[in-house]
C-alpha cells in the first residue's frame, strides 16, 4: 500500500496554469504506475494522465493532449501533472492514484480507474471563465 496526498490545486482564469503534486508514501513508490483522474459535480471520475514505472510511458485523455503533461520524480516519490491553457470544463476534484506493475505490466499504465487500488483525497480546481 502507499499513501497518497495531493497539492497544488487553486481558483485560476480561463488560459492560465496550475501545477498538480502528489506525495507518496512507502520506499517502493518507484514500482506504481500513477494516475490522474478528475469528477466534476454529478459526473464520473474520468481519467486524464498516467504515467508508467518503467520508461517514462505517459498517457493522456483526448481532452488534456498537448495542454497537461504528467511526470514523476521517483527521488522524490512524487507525481506531477502540469495543466497548461486551462478552460472552465476542467474544473473538478483531482484525484492521483496508483498501482503496483509488476512484471512486464512495468511499461505500461492502466487507463480506468477500477484498474487502480490506491487513491488520494483530492484537490480542487476550479476555472473561471
Known amino acids: 500500500q502507499v499513501q497518497l496526498v495531493e497539492s497544488g490545486g487553486g481558483l485560476v482564469q480561463a488560459g492560465g496554469s496550475l501545477r498538480l503534486s502528489c506525495a507518496a508514501s512507502?520506499?517502493?513508490?518507484?514500482?506504481?504506475?500513477m494516475g490522474w483522474f478528475r469528477q466534476a459535480p454529478g459526473s464520473e471520475r474520468d481519467f486524464v494522465a498516467a504515467?508508467?514505472?518503467?520508461?517514462?510511458?505517459?498517457y493522456y485523455a483526448d481532452s488534456v493532449k498537448g495542454r497537461f503533461s504528467i511526470s514523476r520524480d521517483n527521488a522524490k516519490n512524487t507525481v506531477y501533472l502540469q495543466m497548461n491553457s486551462l478552460k472552465p470544463e476542467d474544473t473538478a476534484v483531482y484525484y492521483c492514484?496508483?498501482?503496483?506493475?509488476?512484471?512486464?505490466?512495468?511499461?505500461?499504465?492502466?487507463?480506468?480507474?477500477?484498474?487502480?487500488?490506491?487513491w488520494g483525497q483530492g484537490t480542487q480546481v476550479t476555472v473561471s471563465s
Open positions: 512507502g520506499r517502493t513508490f518507484s514500482r506504481y504506475a
Open positions: 504515467i508508467s514505472w518503467i520508461g517514462g510511458n505517459t
Open positions: 492514484a496508483a498501482v503496483l506493475r509488476p512484471g512486464d505490466r512495468r511499461y505500461s499504465a492502466p487507463i480506468r480507474a477500477n484498474e487502480y487500488d490506491n
